[in-house]
Structure formats: C-alpha cells, structure tokens
C-alpha cells in the first residue's frame, strides 16, 4: 500500500484541479455549449445520483458528481459561476476544467476548486458530451466559508442515520427549505445490510446487490438479508441512497461536512472488525473495510490534502484518515472526529460466560479497600464440594453456546443456582443436584462476574453491547482502564486524540463545535423502584457501544475540554433528540453543552429499545419490560431516581434535524422534529400535510449552560431540581 505522502503525489497526477484567480474576470472563458455545432440538453439521466460538494473552506470547494453510460471512461467538464444562470462564470484553466469519469473510480469525479472569495455563493454544473451534444447536469449551490478573521452569524445544520431500507426521506424534504451556510452529516449515510428484520422494515423500498455472491448472507429463510461486503456492493448502496429525490435537493442546495460512523462499514464496528455474530466467530476483515472507505470516499464530497486533490476510488494508503477540522469566521471552529477505526474491542464480550468472576474480592480489596454492596458470593467450581458443579455446569454451558474452556475456576453462585435449577427439570428428584443455598453462599468470598455487568445470556449484545448494569460496569471498566494504562478505552487512538486537544485548545473561535459521532451524555435508567424480578431492579446504562462504554477516558477528554471554554458537542447516532451537559465525573458543575439529533428516516430509539427488550431471550421474560421501554423518556427524566439530573431534554421517539446559529454571545439550536411513524409515509408530493415540530436551545458566550426558550423566555436547566428556572 502506498504511504500517505505517495498517495497524495500519485493522485495529484491523475485528478482533475481546478484553479481559479481570486479576481478572475467575469465574462465567460469557456462557455458552456460553444464548440461548433455542440447542442445543449438537459443530462439529468446521465447523471443518476445528481451532483454535491463539501468541505467548505474560505478559497475552496470540493464538487462530485457521477454520470452513468456504459463501462468506458466518459469524458467531463465543469463550469462554476457566482449566478444560477451562469451568465457570470469563473475563469477556469480550460485544460483542467475537462475530466476523466474513470471506470475504476466507478465513474465518479471529485474536483477541489481553489482561489474562491471567501463567504460566497457559487453555482456549479457539470457536462457530459456525447456525440456533439451537451448533456448538463443539474445545478448545484455551494457556498464557500468566511475567512477566519470575519466577524459573521454562521447557521448550519446537522443530520445523522439515514436508513432507506422501506423509509423516506422526509426530514430531506423540509431541510431542503432552510437558508444554511452548510449542513454536517455524523454518520450512518448508509446502511450495510439490506433488510435486517431486527431493525429495518422488510417490505417497501429496498437494496438488491448485483454482486449477490460477494455478499454476507445472514438470517434465515423469511428473515434472510444480506450485508455489504465487496465494493461493488458498497457502491451499490450509495448509488441506491443517493437515488432520493429529497436527499439529492439537499447536496443541490448546501456543501456537506461528513464524518463516518458504523454503518458505513458494519454495526456497532470497531476498526474492521463487524459484530454479526456475537462472538461466535472472528469478524475482523481488512478487506471489507477497505471496500467500505473506498466507497465512501469515491462517493462523499469531501477532501483530505491542503493543497491537493484526492483521486476518488484510489488504494487507500495505510493512514488514511478521516478527522479534520474547519473555520467558519471568528465563531465557528467545527472539529470531526472518527471514533470507530481506531476504537478497541468493546469491554465485555458478546460471548462471556455470565458465571466468569472478572473482578474477585482480593482484587476488589486492593483496589476500593473494601467489598462494595454489589459484590456477589462465588466458588471455585473445581474445588468446590469435590467438583461436583464443574462438570454440570461446563456440560450445560457447552449447550447454550458458551466456550467450555470459560466454565472454569471462579463462577457466581447467581449463575450456578441458574443452570443447576435448568438441569433439574429434567432430572428425578432422587438425582436432582442440590443448589447453594444462602446460608451457605454468606461465608463465601464476594466478587463482580459477568452477569453483574448485565451479561445474562449467550452470544448477544445485551449486557456487551446496550444495558449494561451502570455500577458494577463503570467499576470493571476502571479496573481495565488501570491495568491496560488506557488501551481499553483508546476511542480515537493515540494520534487522533493528541490532535483533536491541540486543535480544541489552540482554537481562538468564539464556539469549538465538535461533530461527535455517538452520545457523550451517560445515558441510564433505575429499575429499581418497579415492579420486576430482583435480579433487574438495578441501574443500567442504555449504550455502551457509545461514550458510556468508555467512561474514564470521556472523563479524561472532558478534563481537558471543560477548560477551553465555549465547547459544544453535536451528536448522532442513537436515532433521538437529547439535549443536556456532559460534565466531570465528581464534579458535574464542570461540563460542555452537547445537543443530539433524531435520526433523518431510521428507526427511532424508543422503537428499537422495545424491539431490542422484546427480542432478548432473557429480558423478554421479563413481566413489563416492553412497557417500561416503552417509557424510555420519563425513565431516562425521572426527577424522583436523578439517573440523569445533567439530561433536560428527551424525545426519543422522533426524526428530524438540527439547525445551529451561532454568532459572538450566543449559540441557538432548534431541533426539528418530525414524528416516528411520518418516516414510512412519502410525503413528497404532500409537502403541506407534514407536520414539524421545533424545541429552540441555546448557551451563552463565556458558560456551559443550556437554556430553552419557552412561551416567550428563556429559561436556564436546574439540574439539582431538574426543571427549567
């Protein structure tokens, strides 16, 4: 593979650049149409997936686009003016204003175009000539940031999971008719597989993959679907997704800044490695990753060299890299980051033993000087009243699909009681095995197993992936945090973290926006007080494939950041609006502001926590667990447990979109919302019956609170009393 450097020569040789005098004279240079006998005609079936750009700086743009005939490389051209009508065009060096749409790179073009004025409208086409006439795409708008010294408003708005898997694209509809400077995409542009009946809707508009062979097959008979694997699948996503209407008006309208997040390569992802399988099998493939960069890169405006342009659909080199940061004037310092390549494992795995003692009471001693309330009583299975357990228990094991080799040593008591009373139902009651019974278990030695941290079944991500049981979680992760001097929670990797706190601290901007893929603020809910089986009446953190699942370095992260002073955190990925403050461990009262939106079209968090409880084997056992997930907004809100005192704001059954201005004394978000079942209707050509709702925030220059306006105020969070003072 070539290095970085080597990549960027190789494609500056074979991209098209575009330069542009910054005082370039207005009268057409190249004029569209003025070869000899070239006739001009509308081209927008050339041009399948229309056209975008991104990556907005003060002298430049990237543009995309792809046109689609026949395998062969297809010439182009490309035209920018500062009019729609493009009766004042850009003078652009006539050699490389025409491009190759190479076969290779899928006949897709980026171009960066350098020497704009800074904070202007541009207009931009592009033309496909065939057999003597012009074929014009349509024409895109694009806007180039303010130079960094410019004392202006910035307003743009941010998005995130956009399944089109039997879903419309109806916040695209509405989105399209806002005045943005840009909008930010934070992940899951696409979704790998093709109709996971776990989440996405089995019927309506759907995905098929040309390259089937190519492809991961998963599920079985009616609930069999497919996930990308090879590019041309990958590909064949974005060319399906960016096959929308709305979402092509969109990338007409506003430059896009975009990070990626999972589901551009696979579900809940750590580097190249997929989670399908829950353990069952290694899921790290290089391969497939790369396919999916490809892919993204090929298809996504955006750019990575200063002073060179990328050619889309290139070998990757081995670093490459993704978090890059913006400047939108003297308020805005816009920072993405890419927290799923260099992320590890996540701390428990999906195919734990619930019985594994991780944390014994030597252990525990030493590091908290004492036993904590929630330590549980276990045995040595093999020693233990002559092995009688061991082999019970490892046969038993065995069959749930659990690794015999695990059911060793130290197992909870919890657990040992669980199986042996399974194999009794089976058994005489002459030959049936005694359990361990209370008296008993007291004199043991105390310990946190698996199942303490919310592992109760098999191969699945309850307990490894989503609700994990808050105390006994945060503590192991601690332990693991110590004894691998960081490596457990090394979310950015140690490059991208010395640079993400460099450019946080060195910013001068009035706000350091930073585009975060999944949710900073801990999530929890407390069982505790209804009325469910003892063993749930607990504290569980809903997602610890987000922050929640890397505590101390959040913590760590947060130290730094709460210092710098006007930071806010924009968020996807959990398919809901929150609005609230990520603070320090210990001392809350230090915190940044974070703000995240709905998803654009996926499923929404109430909606997948009650399929998630419904389809677990355990938890759907469980009596009024639908119910309480159901619920999730007052669980998540609840004055009386004060889970979350820092969260003033959950709506977690809802799509839509945030539109952020941000000027020198304040910043203001309205989340607009559009109802959860409204995603499974086109509104399209019924723009007037769809109904969106707005919550408007704000913090102010020079603190870290938030405040919603309401009935005509604004109105400061309380967390102490959980209200708006």
């Not at 500056?12 to 004279?25: H, Q, S």
């Not at 603020?521 to 953190?541: C, G």
Request: hydrophobic residues 40%.
């Amino acid at each position: 593979m070539l290095k970085r450097r080597e990549f960027l020569r190789a494609t500056l040789v074979t991209a098209g650049a575009l330069v542009v005098p910054a005082c370039g004279d207005p009268e057409i240079v190249n004029p569209l149409g003025a070869e000899p006998g070239r006739e001009l005609a509308d081209g927008s079936a050339y041009f399948p997936q229309s056209i975008a750009s991104g990556d907005p700086r003060p002298g430049s743009v990237v543009l995309w686009a792809r046109v689609q005939d026949g395998d062969e490389d297809l010439d182009l051209e490309v035209e920018v003016a500062t009019d729609a009508e493009f009766t004042q065009r850009v003078a652009l060096d006539a050699g490389q204003a025409k491009l190759k749409a190479l076969a290779r790179h899928d006949h897709c073009v980026k171009v960066k175009v350098r020497g704009l004025s800074a904070g202007t409208v541009y207009y931009y086409r592009f033309i496909y000539v065939k057999g003597g006439t012009a074929y014009v795409s349509r024409v895109g708008r694009t806007k180039t940031a303010p130079a960094e010294d410019d004392d202006v408003k910035v307003r743009f708005a941010y998005v995130s999971c956009q399944d089109y898997i039997g879903r419309f694209y109806n916040t695209y509809l509405a989105l399209a008719e806002e005045e943005l400077d840009f909008f930010v995409h934070l992940g899951d542009y696409v979704y790998e597989t093709t109709g996971d009946p776990s989440f996405q809707s089995t019927s309506g508009r759907s995905v098929v993959f040309t390259d089937a062979a190519g492809a991961i097959a998963l599920g079985e008979g009616e609930n069999a679907y497919q996930a990308a694997r090879s590019l041309s699948n990958y590909r064949e996503l974005y060319k399906t997704y960016r096959s929308d209407a709305n979402l092509q008006r969109v990338h007409e309208r506003f430059p896009m800044i975009a990070t990626w997040d999972d589901h551009e390569f696979s579900n809940d992802c750590y580097g190249a490695t997929a989670t399908y399988f829950d353990d069952r099998e290694d899921e790290t493939d290089v391969e497939r990753r790369r396919a999916a960069n490809q892919a993204w890169f090929e298809y996504q405006p955006v750019d990575y060299g200063d002073d060179v342009e990328q050619d889309p659909g290139a070998s990757l080199p081995d670093d490459f890299r993704i978090y890059r940061d913006f400047a939108f004037g003297k308020h805005v310092h816009l920072v993405m980051t890419d927290l799923r390549s260099y992320r590890p494992d996540h701390l428990v795995p999906e195919g734990a033993f619930p019985g594994k003692v991780v944390l014994d009471q030597a252990t525990l001693i030493e590091e908290l000087e004492e036993l904590p309330e929630f330590a549980m009583p276990y045995v040595d299975i093999e020693t233990y009243e002559g092995g009688l357990y061991a082999s019970v228990l490892k046969e038993a094991a065995e069959a749930a699909g659990y690794d015999a080799a695990d059911v060793t040593g130290d197992i909870s008591v919890l657990v040992i009681n669980q199986i042996v009373a399974g194999v009794n139902e089976g058994l005489p009651e002459d030959m049936q095995i005694p359990l361990i019974d209370a008296a008993a278990s007291a004199s043991f030695d105390r310990g946190i197993a698996y199942v303490d941290l919310g592992k109760f079944s098999a191969h699945g991500a309850v307990g490894a992936r989503y609700l994990a049981v808050k105390d006994t979680f945060e503590l192991y992760a601690a332990f693991r945090y110590k004894e691998t001097q960081g490596a457990s929670e090394d979310v950015m990797g140690a490059e991208q973290e010395a640079w993400f706190l460099e450019t946080m601290e060195g910013s001068k901007a009035t706000w350091k926006i930073w585009g975060n893929e999944f949710c900073l603020l801990p999530l929890a809910v407390d069982l505790s007080p209804y009325a469910i089986p003892e063993q749930f009446k607990r504290r569980f953190t809903m997602n610890v494939d987000a922050w929640d699942g890397f505590p101390n370095k959040r913590n760590e992260l947060l130290k730094r950041l709460v210092d710098v002073g006007g930071v806010v955190a924009i968020t996807g990925d959990i398919h809901a609006f929150y609005a609230g403050t990520a603070g320090l461990a210990g001392d809350p009262s230090k915190k940044i502001v974070e703000l995240v939106g709905g998803a654009v079209s996926s499923g929404a968090f109430r909606e997948l926590l009650t399929s998630q409880v419904t389809g677990d084997p355990v938890l759907g056992s469980v009596p009024g667990a639908a119910l309480l997930a159901a619920g999730i907004d007052d669980l998540l809100t609840s004055a009386e447990t004060k889970v979350n005192p820092h969260l003033a704001h959950a709506d977690s059954n809802a799509h839509g979109y945030v539109v952020v201005e941000a000027s020198g004394e304040e910043l203001v978000a309205e989340m607009r919302r559009i109802g959860a079942a409204d995603a499974l209707i086109d509104y399209s050509d019924k723009r007037g019956e769809l109904e969106i709702g707005s919550k408007r925030f704000r913090t102010l220059r020079g603190e870290s609170e938030l405040y919603l306006h309401d009935r005509g105020a604004w109105k400061r969070w309380d967390p102490d009393t959980q209200t708006w003072i």
